[in-house]
């Protein structure tokens, strides 16, 4: 099993920054992708940056504001949120998936989800 865990939400005004980070441990012998999500209550979770080892991925509302990093050697993912918006308001969940073994057998795994809250 592999087990994500976040760090780095909390409260920001509008137009400020906060640093999401996913740290991945257990059963991996190799990362694919790794992503942050967002969701907030009545809405579908949506994709809001991802990375793999041919590069990255942003949604359009977020583009030009967040980067999205990895470190291979610590199987990490960040997400540096800068200009924060209101809208930016949701809960921020890592996913990363690989292979657990040399004989590729894969992993899909979510973390367990950190508020962001950006107020105005």
């Known amino acids: 099993q592999v087990h994500l865990e976040e760090s780095g939400g909390g409260l920001a005004q509008a137009g400020g920054s906060l640093r999401l980070s996913c740290t991945a441990s257990g059963s991996i012998f190799s990362i694919n992708v790794m992503g942050w999500y967002r969701q907030t209550p009545g809405k579908q979770r949506e994709l809001v940056a991802l990375?793999?080892?041919?590069?990255?991925k942003y949604a359009d509302s977020v583009k030009g504001r967040f980067t999205i990093s990895r470190d291979n050697a610590k199987n990490t993912v960040h997400l540096q949120m800068n200009s924060l918006k209101p809208e930016d308001t949701a809960v921020y969940s890592c996913n990363v998936d690989g292979f657990s073994d040399s004989d590729y057998n894969t992993f899909d795994s979510w973390g367990q989800g950190t508020q962001v809250t950006v107020s105005s």
């Open positions: 990375i793999t080892n041919a590069g990255t």
